[in-house]
Structures are given as C-alpha cells and as structure tokens.
C-alpha cells in the first residue's frame, strides 16, 4: 500500500485522535502537586525519589524511542506506522514534559541541598556539566521534537494528511530522539560520577 | 507538501532558546552566590533580539494559517505560563532576589513566548491558509 493510501482514510473511518492524551492530565496535577510539596518541605527521601524516577523514566524513554522505537517504526508497513503514531503522539505530549519537570526541579533542589551548586564543592564541575547537558536536551527538545510531536497530531488529524509532512515530521522527531538519547548517555556518566 | 516560503522561524527560535539556556546555566552555576551579570545579560539581549526578529519575519508572511497558529500558541502560552509559574516559585523559594531575579525572570519570559511560538509555527505552516 502506497503512503498516500495509506493515510488517505475517510475522517469519518478513523475515530478523532485527542491533541493531548486529557484523561491524564488529573494524573498529572497529582505528580506535580506532589513535587512541588516535596520541595517546600525539603524532604530528602522524597526528592530524592522525583529525581530518580523522574530521571529513569525521561531517560529511557529517551533511549528507547530514539534507538529502539524510532528504527522499528521506519521498518513498520505505512498503515501501521500511522496508527502507532496516531496513538503515540498525544501520550507523548503529556508524558515527557511531566517527567521532565520531575526531574529538573527535585535534582537542582537535591544539588542545593547537597552543596554541590556551591561554586567551592569539588563537585560543582559536574554538576554545571549535567546543566549544560539538560540545556542542550532542553533546546532540543522544545525547538525541535515536542513542536513535530504536536504537527504530527495535527496532520493525522486532517480527512486527508499529508503523507510528506507526516514523513518529514517524523523523521525530525526520531533524529531529535536520538540526539537526546545520544546525550542521556552523557548523562549517566556525569550521574554515576555525582554519586559515586 | 503544502508549503509556501517561511522564514527560518525554527532556527532562530532555536538559538534565541540557545542563548536562554546559556544564561540560566551561568547564573545557575553561581547560586545561591550573584554571579557577575554581563554574561548574562548579554545571552538575555541575544535572545530578545532574535526573538523580536522572529516575530517580525514571521509578521511579514503573506498568507499563513494565523487562525491555526494563535489557537495553538494561545494553548500552549497556557501550559508554558503553568510550567513558567512553577520555576519562577522556585526562584522565590530558593530567595533570589534583585537584578538577579529580574534576569532570570525576564529569561523565563523569552522561554514562556519561544516554545509556544516554535509549537505554533510548526503547526500553522502545514495547514491550510483559509479556514
């Protein structure tokens, strides 16, 4: 089946994909309700915790679409292609942000507390390091994935979408995976040098 | 495809957020300490800039899917002012205070903009010009 067959269906045929997987918003609020609590009471246990499933989340997920989704996924037969993103897509815009947020907030309050933010501690190398790191995954990610995620939704929302764009976006939102795969990796050395 | 010449909207939103992340990293790497300002300043003007200037091109464009691109910036300035709000408590929290806070903050707002503006473009510049 060509490209342009396979996205060509009816929009009454295909049920209306959500912009943003909303059901789980409310689940959302609750994590970050939660974060927000854990740094004004300044809990190390509970820091602690938002950081590191904040972080193993956002870095798997990370690594698992850029290396191991994202090949398979260009291997899939059109129609399939396009249904897995239809499906991927708004979770994704829900998810990564959310376990960003975790991550960022509950690691530079850790990093606070820990005194490895004071310019003295042997330490504060590798910790600008990380933030140099975050801020190129950062650009990355908000200039270039998360904008493609949301084209993408858009697209396959259209009675007839484009299959060019539809193939355009997701090639700039696998590469852009695997960029900020690629730097997780630099990640886990800086993390495991931090707390070693 | 569907479209017409658009000026490198991505690109320079991407570099004005380049030089944000540049500044919040600098100042970032002194605290709870005031770091010596210029650096910081200087990332805050390159940003501003360029952001202007990505709004100018971007006002210029003849025909674009304006009604695509306010629904999804007006969205998505929402989320970003929920997630700007959340750093600029956190500003609060740790006590940063003067010219400081006001870099930072001023920071925040080129990223409050920039990321919905970059998720607006990307989105109106592959939907049709009429609704």
């Known amino acids: ?196 | 495809m569907t479209e017409t010449r658009l000026p490198p909207v991505t690109q320079l939103g991407a570099a004005s957020m380049a030089f944000v992340a540049a500044g919040v990293i600098y100042l970032a790497a002194y605290l709870p300490k005031h770091a010596p300002l210029w650096f910081a300043l200087a990332c805050l003007g390159c940003a501003a800039g360029l952001l202007a200037l990505n709004a100018a091109l971007l006002a210029r464009v003849p025909s674009f899917a304006w009604w695509r691109f306010f629904q999804v910036m007006r969205w998505g300035l929402l989320a970003y002012l929920v997630v700007g709000g959340m750093l600029e408590y956190t500003f609060l929290y740790d006590r940063v205070h003067g010219s400081l806070l006001v870099v930072l903050t001023c920071m925040l707002v080129l990223f409050v903009v920039n990321v919905p503006l970059l998720m607006a473009f990307t989105v109106a510049r592959f939907q049709r010009v009429d609704r």
């Not at chain 1, 998810?95 to 309050?109: C, D, N, S, Y």
């Not at chain 1, 200039?143 to 858009?154: D, G, H, K, R, T």
């Not at chain 1, 979408?161 to 995976?177: E, I, K, N, Q």
């Open chain 1, 1 to 196: 089946m060509s490209v342009a067959s396979a996205v060509a269906v009816p929009a009454e045929a295909r049920p209306q994909a959500p912009v943003v997987a909303v059901r789980a918003l409310p689940l959302v609020a609750i994590v970050l309700a939660g974060l927000v609590v854990a740094i004004a009471g300044n809990w190390p246990w509970a820091l602690t915790f938002y950081h590191v499933v904040g972080g193993a989340l956002w870095t798997s997920i990370d690594l698992f679409v850029g290396f191991v989704v994202g090949p398979i996924l260009r291997s899939m037969p059109v129609p399939a292609r396009v249904e897995f993103t239809r499906r991927l897509m708004p979770r994704m815009l829900v998810i990564m942000p959310t376990v960003v947020t975790m991550t960022l907030g509950a690691g530079f309050q850790l990093a606070r507390q820990s005194g490895h933010l004071a310019t003295s501690d042997p330490r504060h190398a590798w910790v600008v390091a990380s933030m140099c790191v975050v801020g190129v995954m950062a650009v990355v990610a908000l200039a270039l994935l998360s904008p493609a995620n949301l084209a993408v939704v858009f697209e396959l929302r259209k009675p007839q979408p484009d299959p060019a764009v539809v193939g355009a976006l997701m090639r700039r939102f696998v590469y852009a995976a695997g960029v900020t795969g690629a730097m997780q990796v630099a990640t886990f050395v800086i993390m495991t040098r931090l707390a070693s």
